[in-house]
């Protein structure tokens, strides 16, 4: 009689598929009994697979299904028999129901957690199965979210502060502990906040009341007023959980908030300024799942992508990206260090602050209280035998001398630098006060770029261009190609825009353009060079996106300068 084959753990199946290596097992397994949670859920915080891996992995080894709640389409039926707050009490997510075998397939984290499905059982009156399938703890709460509807509970909170009755809905339905109203009413707008995507909240007491706004896709809107009351026991409690000294109220502070929302670690900076009417406060939002996207996903058509592909294959040199403020620099530059990071290469970052730990990079904060600025931290970040390093921004001449300095001693340095274009990049360095000599033959290339917002899929009107427009997109006469219109619905919040996508130049600098720097030549003429050396100007990335159906001719315009096209 054959033995029965033992099911292999999930620790050793990780391995042999490539994921783990035996030494990050042995730590996730030293955690585990530390804080005694899941395994696959410790290698997941770890940083040494995602959760969908874990997943999929682990329904092999259980012989359970596994599945991906970002592309299941939920039966609404379902949905009216098993309420929200039981779906949150047992952290399922109920998806279908088979009315001839009276099976209901569920989602949920843990499938032994036998408890939560025989009270899910108990609750359905018993005369329903449940089949439980596979899904991870953060999916899960997303999904409820998305398919039960994000209850926004300010206005409850508010009617609460107001009457003095409890609005039990308000409660979170895990938490039996009663907390102060006004500790709910902040924790529910960063919530609420991290739902719509923002990427900033805007407090700003006005005469008589306060402003609440987000920036959702790079535009500021309003979600809310509230009275002047509200805002001083608002603005204390922020201070507390961002650790503010809340007896300051004259002189700018900056904090930290660090927050599991929806199943996941969510960081919020926050910085307070004096302004008439109290101080103004501002958190922006870091998501860290968002943070970081993959080379081929930044939206660059294919010969640019290859382009920076080669550039990055260089063994030194410098590499910078461009743009104003919030135009997505710090991505496009961990998108870069992801791409180049492994095992045999030591990679070492200078940021103001960290915004998004990376595995396997050593990543440091400027810390002025340390005496440690970008120039000292470059100097001591060389002695740590780097093979890369990241310089957070290029501001000033000790930085910019020190980071060329690295580039020449045969490292590869990605810094960001504030200007309007790729090729403005040049004179900003002369400007500083970097000599052109050693300018030239150090930097490989420059990524300038914005950010544009999408268009809705979902309710884009076709249109055709109109005659300005016709000239705008550098189109013959009688060429009349479909262009899309925002219109506003359901999906999008009525803007119609969803979202965005990165629009870019890259400028290689070559032999013939380091002799143009080297004789300090004009803008002009370093322009030119570009252009017949195929240099693609940004505006002409944006239009592409306007004839490819990705985004407006106004949007465009909203962030590119296009007059010179006219």
Partial sequence: MSAVAKPKRIGDLLIEKGILTQDQLDIALTEQKKCKEQLGKIIVSLGFATEAVVRDVLGEALGHDSVDLTRVVVDTEVLQLVGKDIARRFKIMPLSIDPQKNLLTVAISDTFNVVAIDQLRALLGG???????????????NAIDQFYGFELSVDGILREIETGQVDYNTLHGESEEYSQ??????????????????????????????????????VLRQVRSLHQNYWSAIAVRLKVISGMNIAETRAPQDGHISLTLFGRPIDFRVSAQPTTYGENIVLRILDRNKGIVPLDQLGLNDTALASLRLMMARPEGIMLVTGPTGSGKTTTLYSMLNYVNNESVNIMTLEDPVEYPMSMIRQTSVNTAAKLDFASGIRSMLRQDPDIILVGEVRDED????????????????????????????????????????????????????????????????????????????????????????????????????????????????????????????????????????????????????????????????VVDLTDRL
């Fill in 127 to 141: 005369k329903v199965e449940i089949h439980p399938v596979l899904a991870g703890e953060s999916e899960i709460e």
């Fill in 181 to 218: 109203p006004l500790v709910r009413l902040v924790d529910a707008i960063l919530s609420d906040a991290v739902k719509k995507s923002s990427s900033d909240i805007h407090f700003e007491p006005e005469h008589g009341f306060l402003r609440i706004r987000y920036r959702i896709d790079g």
């Fill in 399 to 558: 930085t910019a001398d020190m980071a060329l300095r690295a580039a020449m001693t045969g490292h590869q340095v990605y810094s960001t630098l504030h200007t309007s274009s790729a090729v403005g990049a040049i004179p900003r360095l002369l400007d500083l006060g970097i000599v052109p000599d050693i300018l030239a033959g150090n930097i490989i290339g420059i990524v300038a770029q914005r950010l544009i917002r999408k268009l809705c899929p979902h309710c884009r009107k076709e249109d055709v261009p109109n005659e300005v427009e016709s000239g705008l997109l550098g189109l013959s006469e009688g060429e009349r190609p479909v262009i899309y219109r925002a219109q506003g619905c359901d999906h999008c919040n009525n803007f119609g825009y969803k979202g965005r996508m990165a629009i870019t130049e890259l400028l290689k600098v070559d032999r013939d353009m380091d002799d143009l720097i080297a004789r300090r030549a004009p803008r002009r003429e370093i322009y030119d060079l570009a252009i017949s050396k195929d240099f693609q100007p940004i505006a002409e990335d944006g239009l592409r996106r306007v004839l490819d159906g990705s985004t407006t001719l106004e949007e465009i315009a909203r």
